[in-house]
């Protein structure tokens, strides 16, 4: 039987690292943000509609999303992040549905939803959280500062901006709270390493 996981945590916890931990132990990644991505490749209708709300200033002059120029928009104004949100969730969400649906139908050990605003999404009802029954929820966690240093040194972008982007989402404590199991990111890549692992082991029964 499949185990159905979500997996989320908080801008610069390295969920990532902890997600390509799983796919090389044997599960079935489902990425919200590599979804994202496609669905916003230029010519794609996502990217059309984001022109439409946000203007010409987010597409550069090869017909690419300027990410960085919608996120300096987005970060800054909740009502700006709900009117892409308003764009981007439903037809990711129903993506995602579709994806771990054929992994599950293909009876891989285990299928995890990789998911950065997963338990927004609980709070408020909405998205694949609301959609999808988990069988266990996970939060890769590491403390406030250690998100503002990694997020300044992955964007290259000063303190100020961190804090920023960090304060944007849902406390990572919060998130900590929510989650059924919790993965401590801040120690060393080994230690990381152990906890998925055993991880794995307990929810796939291997």
Known sequence: ?????GLSGGIGSGKSTVSKLLAELGATIVDADALVHEMQAAGQPMLEEIR????????RADGSLDRAALGAIVFRDPDQR?????????PVVAEMARRARVA???G?????????LLFEGYRSGTGSAAANQYDATVCVWVPVEVQIERT????GCDRGEAERRVAAQMPIDEK???ADHVIDN???AEETRKQVEALYAELTGG
């Open 1 to 5: 039987m499949t185990a159905f996981i």
């Open 52 to 59: 439409a709300a946000f203007g010409d200033e987010v597409i």
């Open 82 to 90: 709900k009117v892409l949100e308003k764009i981007v969730q439903p």
């Open 104 to 106: 599950i139908d293909a």
């Open 108 to 116: 891989e050990p285990m299928v995890v939803m990789d998911i950065p």
């Open 152 to 155: 300044m040194e992955r964007d």
């Open 176 to 178: 900590r709270a929510l």
């Open 186 to 188: 801040s120690g060393t």
